[in-house]
């Protein structure tokens, strides 16, 4: 039994919070959510203000994609709480463990329309894992606790825990609970091994084996189990859009992303495989085109924590429920114990290199000096393997999906599911402090950074230096995209005329701003940014009217994949 | 195919409007809901019937099982099941012979005659929906003025 303590909703609060090992809080102070904030004054955990509470939750997020530990943002209520909602349904889209607290007014104003009132609970609820609303002091440590337990076990999820300001205020006789109960809360992560031997089985019998990682084995870890699976049954891995680098991306046995906007080798090889080993994915459309068609022929062994998942979009021969890396482990040693290896030179194999080979030197890209693939392939060569990769959302970010190489796996993200142009830059603060050591890389365009370049004022002046790598169409690109091929050219709402100035603007902010116009510049600025303790902007300007290609247009399948001409 | 779900939930605020907020999201259909505590006041049951292929049923099982407030979630076999739900008519009287027909009706259901009026009697009735939208057809011709129908309560007729 733990001793009881008497103190207000605020400290029990930061002191559950620092038992969950909480270092810091990415949030933005107001009126009702000041008794937290007076906290900061009396606690371990460290403040970083963001200038947006939308920004707040994108970093921790980030940080919580990179630690795998819930990042935690604060918000105050009302349009503050609203604000994080973005940043919420972001991490729901992509499983990302976080917490956000929020302040709500007092328990006796709820209801009464008050001002910065908003009744977050009834927004949040279909974007968040679980949602808490404590209408007394004294159930905090427990709110908290079971929060960040559902937060980062099972499928990790967003959860919202808002508190009404006299909740925080009261004081009360806290228990600090080592043990709790959830009753409707089983997260299923059990390895299954009759199912894995069953699945190992199909492997071996099919023609045409391929292995789908998805974004669930970079949640998991999975990645040395993951890459014994693939050389020992010598198996072709593509990965969805979020599972990008959970496999290295140099690998002989890695095709790259399948999808919308997949590497032409991965999109051929998945359309031609007979059975498919499908890894902690949920089979977005962006992933595999038109359901009917994906499944067709395809035999397909489900691998997910979440049961609910399998069936959802795609119908599954085999459902293999529990831990991504617990059930790869078990398969990993069952291969092992009954010695199966499969040769490499069987036709199947064989062609998959072919075919690999042939889009690596073939595949058509931007002739100009500063392409696309020029300006990502320069980047990866000159960032050390560790670095961390984010991206907003948008023609770069599909760009860096087919031609920047994830070498070691689990250092790339994006915001793919729910696609929140403006996710990169404020996350890659998150994964900075996530992860000092290593460079951490914002791969960005204008359109997108636009969204949330006011986290320069954070990146500066808390220290967190961060490269915003923009490559500048001065365009929202993917719309122009869209326009120039579905809408003959009508380029309406696009056109952001090169404003901002990104090098003035970062520097009006403290950051360093650099321009590449050639190869040569973007070599120095790169090498720049790389040696600098402060945050950097590298500003790219790139040609408007270039493409990202290959393009599986929606409602058509991998195989009716659009390539370069 | 109609299926019938039984869930037992928490019984805290908001519950409801997390499940039927879930069947909204996912693009599922509500036939009837009903909810009431349980013997346990820590916990409600609510019995929700709805419509949908074989996969879109086990889907929505799968997705309100995944909720974290629903401690049990099962599609209960029709033929293993009692379910029933309660219905209220307001039946309007045009002539003489009219309360005696109706009268009539009700008895062939098992249903029970209430305030009967020169020109309204009403009926409760305890039936399962496709009883029930039997009687409503009998009942039709004489003018129904009001029906309030609970939705299905249900529960397996087995230990299991």
């Keep these: ?565 | 195919m109609w299926a019938i779900l039984s869930l037992l939930v928490e019984n805290k605020p908001g519950i409801l409007f997390k499940i039927t907020h879930l069947f909204r999201a996912r693009n599922f259909n509500i036939d009837s809901i009903s909810v009431g505590i349980t013997d346990n006041p820590d916990y409600s049951r609510m019995t929700i019937t709805t419509f949908g292929d074989e996969k879109q049923i086990a889907q929505i099982v799968k997705q309100l099982d995944k909720m974290i407030d629903t401690v049990e979630v099962k599609q209960l076999d029709e033929h293993e099941t009692l379910f029933r739900e309660l219905s209220l008519f307001k039946i309007k009287l045009s002539n003489a012979n009219d309360s005696m027909e109706v009268n009539k009706i009700t008895n062939a259901y098992g249903g029970k005659v209430h305030n009967v009026r020169k020109d309204s009697m009403m009926i409760e009735l305890t039936a399962t929906p496709d009883q029930t939208n039997a009687f409503e057809e009998l009942v039709k011709p004489f003018g129904i003025i009001d029906v309030a129908r609970t939705g299905v309560a249900a529960l397996q007729r087995s230990e299991q």
């Excluded at chain 1, 919580?64 to 918000?75: D, E, I, L, Q």
């Excluded at chain 1, 910065?116 to 279909?126: K, L």
């Design chain 1, 1 to 565: 039994m733990n001793k009881m303590e008497t103190m207000i909703g605020a400290k029990a609060l930061m002191t559950a919070m620092e038992k969950e090992g909480v270092k810091q809080v990415f949030g933005l102070p107001g009126g009702s959510n000041l008794p937290m904030y007076d906290e900061f004054s009396r606690c371990n955990i460290r403040h970083i203000l963001a200038r947006h509470e939308q920004s707040a939750s994108h970093m921790a997020d980030g940080f919580g994609r990179v630690s795998r530990k819930p990042g935690v943002c604060f918000a105050t209520s009302g349009p503050g709480a609203t604000n994080i909602l973005t940043g919420i349904a972001t991490a729901q889209a992509d499983s990302s463990p976080m917490i956000a607290v929020t302040g709500q007014v007092p328990v006796a104003m709820i209801g009464k329309d008050a001002f910065q009132e908003s009744d977050i609970i009834g927004m949040a609820n279909p974007v968040v894992k679980y949602a808490y609303q404590p209408r007394t002091a004294a159930e905090i440590p427990e709110v908290i606790r079971k929060g960040f337990y559902i937060a980062e076990t099972g499928r990790p999820g967003p959860v919202l825990i808002d508190i009404p300001k006299d909740v925080q205020q009261n004081e009360a006789e806290m228990i600090f609970p080592d043990e709790f109960k959830i009753q409707g809360y089983h997260p299923w992560t059990d390895p299954d091994i009759i199912a894995v031997e069953k699945a190992i089985d199909m492997l071996l019998h099919a023609q045409k084996p391929v292995i789908l990682a998805g974004g669930g084995t970079i949640i998991s870890s999975a990645f040395a189990e993951l890459q014994s699976i693939a050389e020992t049954l010598v198996l072709p891995v593509v990965t969805t859009f979020k599972g990008k680098g959970a496999f290295p991306e140099n690998h002989p046995l890695c095709l790259g992303s399948i999808g919308m906007h997949g590497r032409a080798e991965a999109n051929k090889i998945m359309a031609e495989a007979d059975c498919v080993l499908a890894i902690g994915t949920r089979f977005s459309d962006r992933s595999v085109g038109t359901f009917e068609t994906f499944e067709k022929g395809l035999k397909i062994i489900h691998m997910d924590v979440d049961p609910a998942e399998i069936g959802k979009n795609q119908t599954a021969q085999l459902a293999v429920v529990g831990d991504v890396r617990a059930n790869l482990r078990i398969m990993v040693k069952l291969l092992l114990q009954k010695s199966l290896k499969k040769s490499d030179d069987s036709t199947w194999i064989k062609h998959v290199r072919e075919t690999r080979s042939y889009w690596k030197e073939n595949l058509k890209i931007h002739p100009g000096e500063m392409g696309a693939a020029k300006i990502l392939r320069k980047l990866r060569e000159l960032l050390p393997k560790e670095s961390v990769i984010t991206t907003e959302v948008g023609q770069h970010q599909m760009w860096a999906s087919l031609f920047y190489d994830v070498i070691q796996p689990g250092t790339f993200f994006s915001s793919t599911g729910l696609g929140t142009m403006g996710w990169g830059f404020p996350a890659a603060i998150g994964a900075k402090v996530a992860r000092p050591d290593v460079p951490v890389v914002d791969i960005a365009g204008d359109g997108s950074f636009a969204m949330t370049e006011n986290s320069l004022a954070t990146a500066v002046l808390e220290d967190i230096p961060v490269i915003v790598f923009v490559l500048n169409n001065a365009t929202l690109g993917m719309v122009a995209q869209w326009q120039r091929t579905f809408y003959d050219r009508r380029m309406i709402g696009v056109d952001q005329k090169s404003c901002p100035d990104y090098v003035k603007l970062a520097e009006s902010y403290g950051a360093q701003g650099l321009r590449a116009q050639s190869m040569d510049e973007l070599d120095k600025a790169i090498k720049t940014a790389l040696s600098s303790d402060v945050a950097t902007v590298i500003d790219i300007p790139i040609d408007p009217e270039e493409d990202v290609l290959p393009f599986v247009a929606p409602g058509t399948s991998l195989s009716d994949m659009v390539l370069p001409s």
